[in-house]
Structure formats: structure tokens, C-alpha cells
């Protein structure tokens, strides 16, 4: 996708293509059942999580910064995105396609993360010596030195600009970059990245640089290991990896909090298209919330759970305004938005819109029965534990707990908290922090006055 770099080479040998199968196959199997947990900080400062694994010889590394969208400078949105982007691009020791040919013939899978808050690389290699040392070189390689070429800056700006120009055509993109914009007017959130035009075209590779050493510094990431290791060599590799970093301030960078006075708007934006495309939020929850278990398993009743959802029983299965609705909170490192979305004949978009508020304001004044509660835990439970049974995901997950401070017994908890919700807590975390009374709506599709029949 557009938010992870892209890794190449021209051809592979028979050797590379072996290992390119061999963590494939890996990837396939079970996480082993014997875990074992070690958190620390590195010399230089940078927050560690390893978790020790024997079944498979794979060792999967991230790195994260607190530099993703949210920390973009105003007039300069999408440099966040473009520096990651870039690491890959060319070191003062190698160029472009050197490095791709290097992690080519290490048969390692190297990738991204971007979203609001953080930018970082992924790492999969075999746990083998030599392989693995070879792709850690890499990597440390474009952590110490990446050099931003200029005429490689120019071809991504121009392909940047022209995935723009196409997904500004998108209705649900519209709605979606309309509904940030509008929920955090004046707070980085309101930025998804992308960028504009004018914005893209501003970033030089002196941008880049400067954005590189301010936040990719030790201090400001978090790094995660899973794999087939020892302690010790683990310990080596976060040393390896922080060293390469730049040193910066001893602070890692914070947010301000969002307004919590949401303003109450609708927004009615005229689209070709077919379909009305519907969101509906208000702000949520932040990670670590005390509120967020009793919240999401209220979302899973409202509209979470797909076709055992209010929202789909009465809007798809009842009335056929719509193939398919769901609602989500999107817990960040500040507020994160809680989101309705679908989407709707243009004819129906009032009805399904004003149905679509009706039921989630009667939910959050009534609450959930006892037993969609128990059913909602059972699914949260069973589906948790489906999702924690490789490294990759194991690495997901204790990722987002380095990097937003989470308990490191998260993952072990997470049955017994969810378990623990009581009906009452889930009441009362539905009128403290979802009255519903003012929302951001936007509605992309119809002409603003076929819309408004209703004045």
C-alpha cells in the first residue's frame, strides 16, 4: 500500500527463493505455547519488549517512533509518511537497489507502519547467523545513514501525487479525510498524511533529514523482538539498533489532547457515485483507557459484531437500507474517534442516516442485556486468542504495548479483564463518554438540498 515502502530486486536465486518459502511455511505455524517476556531499556535509551520463542527459527523485529502523521508540520502534511517511505531509498553506503539486493539475498521480509501516531519498520528474518546478521545490517544500515536522495524524493512526490488526485475521486475517502478534519479542527489528528499537492510538492530532502533526526532518535522509539533467541543475543540486538539511531533530546514526543466540546455539524458533499457514503463519530477513547474493555464491548453489541449487530439487524435485515454497517473506536495515544459507517442508496441517505442516530442514542441510553454482554465477551475472548498464535501477530501486539506503555502482562490478562466487565460498568461508561449529543456527520453523494427534505 501507500503507507508501507516498497522493497524490490530484478531477479532471486535458487537460494533466496528457499528461504523466501521457508518463512512463508514458518508464518503458517502456531505460536509456541511456552512464552517468555523480558522488557528493558538500552543504553541509549530506547524502550525494549522481547518475547522468547522456540518452535520456529524466524525472528521478527520492529522499530517504532512517535512520528506518524499527527507530527507533521503545518504546510508540510505528508513529510511524516515520505521520510519513512524513504529510508529504503539510499544510505551513504548504499543506493537503492544494493540494499534491496542485500535483503533479497537474506530472504528477509522488511516493511512498514504509519498511521497518526507512529512510523516504523518490521523486520522478518530467519534466525540463522548469518541471515539474520546480514539483514540487521541493513536496517541498521538505513537507521544511521539514510540519505533522502532528491531525485528519488521527486518520483515519489510525483507518484504521491497522482495516488492523491485518484483518491480524492473516492467517495469514501472524501468522507473520511472530511470527518478528521472536522472532529479535530484544531488538533494533528485532523491529518491523515497524505498531504496535499501544494504540501507535497513543498518537502525537499532537507525536510526529510530534518524530520529524520528529530524524531527517529533513540529516545523516541520503541523496539520489539519475537523470536527464537537468546536473552543475550536479543540484548545485542537492541544495542545493535539503538546505536545506529540519532541521539536527540532524552523527552520522547507528545501530543496535545483534543477538545472534548465536540461541535454538532453534518456535511453534506455532492458525489457521482451511486451510494451515499455515511460517517457518523464523536470522540472516543485513548490506549490505556479505563473505559475502553467496557466501551468496545458495548460497540460489539451496537455495531461490531458484523451481522449479529443492532445496527445491521435493524438498517440491513429489517429495512435493507444499506449491504453492510459496523462502528468502531480507534483508540490512539490521545482521543481517538468513535466512527459509524456505511453506506446507502442516495434516495435513502436521510432515512438511514436518522435511523442510524436514533438507534445508537437509544442504545446508549438503555444499554445492552445481560446476554448480548455475555455474548459479546465470549467473542471477544475466543477471537483474542485466535489472534495471538504467531510471531507476527505476537509482534503486533506487543508492539502496541511497548510503544503506548501498556501493562506487559496485557495479552496474558486480556480474557480474565474482559471476563470481569460488569453491566453496570458498561452503562455507565456509555453515558459518561458516548452521549451522542453532539456528533460530526458527513454525507458524501447526494446534492446538500435533495438531502435536507426535512429543512
Same mark, same amino acid.
Given at each position: 500500500?501507500?503507507?508501507?515502502?516498497?522493497?524490490?530486486?530484478?531477479?532471486?536465486?535458487?537460494?533466496?527463493?528457499?528461504?523466501?518459502?521457508?518463512?512463508?511455511?514458518?508464518?503458517?505455524?502456531?505460536?509456541?505455547?511456552?512464552?517468555?517476556?523480558?522488557?528493558?531499556?538500552?543504553?541509549?535509551?530506547?524502550?525494549?519488549?522481547?518475547?522468547?520463542?522456540?518452535?520456529?527459527?524466524?525472528?521478527?523485529?520492529?522499530?517504532?517512533?512517535?512520528?506518524?502523521?499527527?507530527? #507533521?508540520?503545518?504546510? %508540510?502534511? &505528508?513529510? $511524516?509518511?515520505?521520510?519513512?517511505?524513504?529510508?529504503?531509498? @539510499? +544510505?551513504? *553506503? =548504499?543506493?537503492?537497489?544494493?540494499?534491496?539486493?542485500?535483503?533479497?539475498?537474506?530472504?528477509?521480509?522488511?516493511?512498514?507502519?504509519?498511521?497518526?501516531?507512529?512510523?516504523?519498520?518490521?523486520?522478518?528474518?530467519?534466525?540463522?547467523?548469518?541471515?539474520?546478521?546480514?539483514?540487521?545490517?541493513?536496517?541498521?544500515?538505513?537507521?544511521?545513514?539514510?540519505?533522502?536522495?532528491?531525485?528519488?524524493? #521527486?518520483?515519489?512526490? %510525483?507518484? &504521491?501525487? $497522482?495516488?492523491?488526485?485518484?483518491?480524492?475521486?473516492?467517495? @469514501? +475517502?472524501? *468522507? =473520511?479525510?472530511?470527518?478528521?478534519?472536522?472532529?479535530?479542527?484544531?488538533?494533528?489528528?485532523?491529518?491523515?498524511?497524505?498531504?496535499?499537492?501544494?504540501?507535497?510538492?513543498?518537502?525537499?530532502?532537507?525536510?526529510?533529514?530534518?524530520?529524520?533526526?528529530?524524531?527517529?532518535?533513540?529516545?523516541?522509539?520503541?523496539?520489539?523482538?519475537?523470536?527464537?533467541?537468546?536473552?543475550?543475543?536479543?540484548?545485542?540486538?537492541?544495542?545493535?539498533?539503538?546505536? $545506529?539511531?540519532?541521539?536527540?533530546?532524552?523527552?520522547?514526543?507528545?501530543?496535545? *489532547?483534543?477538545?472534548?466540546?465536540?461541535?454538532?455539524?453534518?456535511?453534506?458533499?455532492?458525489?457521482?457515485?451511486?451510494?451515499?457514503?455515511?460517517?457518523?463519530?464523536?470522540?472516543?477513547?485513548?490506549?490505556?483507557?479505563?473505559?475502553?474493555?467496557?466501551?468496545?464491548?458495548?460497540?460489539?453489541?451496537?455495531?461490531?459484531?458484523?451481522?449479529?449487530?443492532?445496527?445491521?439487524?435493524?438498517?440491513?435485515?429489517?429495512?435493507?437500507?444499506?449491504?453492510?454497517?459496523?462502528?468502531?473506536?480507534?483508540?490512539?495515544?490521545?482521543?481517538?474517534?468513535?466512527?459509524?459507517?456505511?453506506?446507502?442508496?442516495?434516495?435513502?441517505?436521510?432515512?438511514?442516516?436518522?435511523?442510524?442516530?436514533?438507534?445508537?442514542?437509544?442504545?446508549?441510553?438503555?444499554?445492552?442485556?445481560?446476554?448480548?454482554?455475555?455474548?459479546?465477551?465470549?467473542?471477544?475472548?475466543?477471537?483474542?486468542?485466535?489472534?495471538?498464535?504467531?510471531?507476527?501477530?505476537?509482534?503486533?501486539?506487543?508492539?502496541?504495548?511497548?510503544?503506548?506503555?501498556?501493562?506487559?502482562?496485557?495479552?496474558?490478562?486480556?480474557?480474565?479483564?474482559?471476563?470481569?466487565?460488569?453491566?453496570?460498568?458498561?452503562?455507565?461508561?456509555?453515558?459518561?463518554?458516548?452521549?451522542?449529543?453532539?456528533?460530526?456527520?458527513?454525507?458524501?453523494?447526494?446534492?446538500?438540498?435533495?438531502?435536507?427534505?426535512?429543512?
Amino acid at each position: 500500500s501507500d503507507d508501507e515502502p516498497g522493497y524490490f530486486t530484478k531477479e532471486y536465486t535458487v537460494r533466496e527463493i528457499v528461504l523466501f518459502c521457508l518463512l512463508s511455511l514458518f508464518s503458517s505455524f502456531g505460536f509456541a505455547d511456552e512464552e517468555y517476556r523480558h522488557q528493558w531499556t538500552t543504553s541509549g535509551g530506547t524502550k525494549v519488549i522481547f518475547i522468547q520463542t522456540s518452535v520456529l527459527p524466524i525472528v521478527d523485529v520492529s522499530i517504532d517512533f512517535a512520528a506518524g502523521a499527527a507530527f #507533521d508540520p503545518a504546510g %508540510k502534511e &505528508g513529510l $511524516a509518511r515520505f521520510t519513512l517511505r524513504l529510508l529504503d531509498k @539510499g +544510505t551513504e *553506503a =548504499s543506493d537503492e537497489q544494493q540494499l534491496a539486493e542485500r535483503l533479497a539475498g537474506t530472504g528477509s521480509q522488511l516493511g512498514g507502519t504509519f498511521d497518526l501516531d507512529r512510523s516504523g519498520l518490521t523486520l522478518r528474518s530467519l534466525a540463522f547467523e548469518d541471515e539474520l546478521n546480514d539483514s540487521l545490517s541493513v536496517v541498521e544500515e538505513m537507521l544511521h545513514a539514510p540519505t533522502f536522495p532528491t531525485e528519488i524524493l #521527486d518520483r515519489e512526490i %510525483k507518484s &504521491g501525487i $497522482a495516488s492523491l488526485n485518484e483518491s480524492v475521486k473516492r467517495p @469514501g +475517502t472524501v *468522507a =473520511s479525510r472530511t470527518f478528521y478534519e472536522q472532529l479535530y479542527p484544531d488538533h494533528p489528528y485532523r491529518s491523515t498524511g497524505v498531504g496535499t499537492e501544494e504540501s507535497l510538492r513543498s518537502l525537499t530532502s532537507g525536510d526529510l533529514s530534518s524530520f529524520y533526526k528529530r524524531f527517529y532518535r533513540r529516545t523516541n522509539g520503541v523496539i520489539t523482538i519475537v523470536g527464537d533467541l537468546t536473552l543475550t543475543r536479543a540484548t545485542e540486538i537492541s544495542e545493535q539498533l539503538s546505536d $545506529a539511531l540519532p541521539i536527540g533530546d532524552e523527552a520522547p514526543e507528545k501530543l496535545i *489532547a483534543p477538545d472534548i466540546g465536540v461541535i454538532d455539524r453534518e456535511t453534506v458533499i455532492y458525489n457521482p457515485a451511486s451510494q451515499a457514503h455515511i460517517r457518523i463519530g464523536a470522540l472516543g477513547v485513548k490506549r490505556g483507557d479505563p473505559d475502553y474493555l467496557p466501551l468496545i464491548l458495548a460497540n460489539q453489541i451496537l455495531g461490531g459484531g458484523g451481522m449479529t449487530s443492532i445496527l445491521y439487524d435493524e438498517l440491513r435485515e429489517k429495512r435493507g437500507l444499506t449491504y453492510g454497517v459496523y462502528s468502531y473506536f480507534s483508540p490512539l495515544r490521545a482521543e481517538g474517534p468513535f466512527v459509524i459507517s456505511f453506506q446507502t442508496r442516495k434516495d435513502q441517505a436521510r432515512d438511514a442516516l436518522d435511523l442510524a442516530m436514533e438507534l445508537a442514542r437509544q442504545f446508549v441510553r438503555e444499554g445492552p442485556t445481560l446476554e448480548q454482554l455475555q455474548n459479546a465477551k465470549r467473542y471477544f475472548i475466543g477471537a483474542f486468542a485466535l489472534n495471538v498464535d504467531s510471531n507476527a501477530e505476537l509482534l503486533d501486539y506487543y508492539s502496541t504495548i511497548g510503544f503506548y506503555g501498556l501493562p506487559l502482562d496485557y495479552i496474558d490478562s486480556f480474557s480474565q479483564r474482559v471476563e470481569s466487565v460488569t453491566l453496570e460498568e458498561v452503562n455507565d461508561a456509555l453515558k459518561r463518554r458516548l452521549t451522542l449529543e453532539k456528533t460530526i456527520r458527513i454525507i458524501v453523494g447526494p446534492e446538500a438540498e435533495f438531502l435536507r427534505t426535512d429543512g
